[in-house]
C-alpha cells in the first residue's frame, strides 16, 4: 500500500475505533529496547512472584515480531471500563465490614467484550487491506501492552505503573492488534505526573518500591487474585477489606479526577458486589460462586481462594456475632487453605 493510502487508513482506524466505542486508538512501532531492559531487571529481583509466565516466551514479550513473524506495527486500544452508578469506592473502603471489589471486576470479564470489538475493527481493516495479517490481544499473550500504548501516545505510565491519560485518567482496559502494516505511527504523549507520588504515598502494603517500579509480591492485586497459596501475614491487616483487587493507587491520583465512566452495559454491576456484605459473600457455596461469577473474572480464583480473600477482611471487620460465626462455621472447611486464614482472623478478633 502507498504512503497515501497508508496515511488515510491510519486515519480510518482512529474513526472506526470511536464507532465501536474505544476512547481511543492509536499506532505504536515495534522498538521496545528499552522497556525489555526494565523488564529483564524487575524479573531478574522476582519482583514478579510466582507468576511465571510472565518469565516465559524468551524476548517475544518485548519483540513483537518475534511473537508475530512480520509484525510492523501494533494498533493500540482503550475502553473505559468504571462502571456507572456504582457505589462510591471511597466509602466502601471505609466501610469495614463491606467488601471492596476492584472496580473492574464488577462487570462481566472484558476480556471477550474487548476481543469482539478488536476483531469488528479487523474485519474493517482485512476488507480494506485484503491479504494483510492482523493478531488481536486482550491480555492474551505476551504483549508488553502498558509499553505499546504509551509509545503510541494513548496516555503515559504513572509511577504507579498503569497507563495514565489526562481526560480519562486510568480506568480503562487496553488491546493490540499486530500486524504488518506499515501504519503512520502516532507521537507518544509526554508524561504528566511531575513530582506527585501520592499512588506510592497511599499504597497499603507498599508495593510501589519506587517511582514506576511495582513489587507485585506485595502488591493486593496480586495477593488476592495470582498467589495460589497462603497470603503472608505481614500484609493481611493492611488488605482492610479488599477481597479482590485493590484501586488505591489510581483513586487517589488526581487525574482520575477527569475520567469517564464506561457506555457499556457489560461493564455494569452484577450481583451488587459494588457494595456487598462479607458476611454474605463469606457465606456462598461453591456452586453459589459459580454461578453467580459465571461471566465474571472473579470466577477465575476460584471458591477456594475466595474464602481465603474474605477470612482475611472478616479478620479485619469489627468482631460482630455476625462476623465471628461466619468465621467460626469456616473453620473447620474441608481447605487447609481456608482454614489457616479463618484461624488466623479468628486469633485476631481474640486478641482483640
Not at 496516555?155 to 501504519?183: A, C, M, P, V
Amino acid at each position: 500500500m502507498h504512503a497515501a493510502g497508508l496515511t488515510h487508513l491510519s486515519n480510518q482506524i482512529k474513526a472506526w475505533g470511536r464507532e465501536l466505542g474505544f476512547s481511543g486508538v492509536a499506532v505504536a512501532d515495534c522498538q521496545l529496547d528499552t522497556a525489555e531492559t526494565r523488564l529483564l531487571d524487575w524479573l531478574a529481583a522476582g519482583r514478579h512472584g510466582e507468576m511465571d509466565w510472565l518469565a516465559r516466551h524468551g524476548s517475544a514479550r518485548s519483540r513483537p515480531a518475534e511473537l508475530v513473524p512480520g509484525t510492523r506495527r501494533v494498533i493500540t486500544a482503550r475502553l473505559d471500563y468504571f462502571p456507572p452508578d456504582s457505589a462510591d469506592p471511597h466509602a466502601v473502603l471505609a466501610d469495614p465490614g463491606t467488601a471492596y471489589v476492584a472496580r473492574y471486576a464488577l462487570g462481566r470479564d472484558y476480556h471477550k467484550v474487548f476481543r469482539n470489538r478488536l476483531q469488528r475493527l479487523v474485519d474493517r481493516l482485512a476488507a480494506e487491506a485484503p491479504g494483510r495479517r492482523f493478531r488481536v490481544f486482550t491480555d492474551s499473550a505476551p504483549v508488553l501492552e502498558v509499553e505499546l500504548a504509551a509509545r503510541s501516545g494513548l496516555g503515559w505510565r504513572g509511577k504507579h505503573t498503569l497507563l495514565l491519560n489526562r481526560e480519562h485518567g486510568s480506568w480503562f482496559f487496553l488491546g493490540e492488534i499486530y500486524t504488518d502494516l506499515e501504519l503512520v505511527v502516532d507521537a507518544p504523549e509526554v508524561a504528566h505526573c511531575g513530582t506527585c507520588q501520592a499512588c506510592i504515598d497511599v499504597c497499603p502494603t507498599r508495593a510501589i518500591v519506587a517511582p514506576w517500579v511495582l513489587d507485585a509480591r506485595r502488591c493486593i492485586s496480586y495477593l488476592t487474585i495470582e498467589l495460589a497459596g497462603a497470603i503472608p501475614e505481614e500484609f493481611r491487616g493492611a488488605m482492610g477489606n479488599r477481597i479482590y483487587g485493590c484501586d488505591d493507587c489510581q483513586l487517589v491520583c488526581p487525574w482520575n479526577r477527569f475520567a469517564r465512566t464506561s457506555e457499556l452495559a457489560d461493564f455494569a454491576v452484577r450481583n451488587a458486589l459494588d457494595h456487598a456484605d462479607l458476611v454474605e459473600l463469606f457465606a456462598w457455596s461453591e456452586a453459589d460462586f459459580n454461578e453467580r461469577l459465571a461471566g465474571s473474572a472473579i470466577r477465575r480464583i476460584g471458591h477456594e481462594r475466595w474464602l481465603r480473600n474474605i477470612a482475611i477482611a472478616l479478620g479485619n471487620a469489627p468482631a460482630s456475632p455476625a462476623v465471628l460465626g461466619a468465621l467460626a462455621g469456616r473453620a473447620d472447611h474441608p481447605s487447609p487453605l481456608v482454614r489457616e486464614h479463618v484461624g488466623w482472623a479468628l486469633r485476631r478478633h481474640a486478641g482483640a
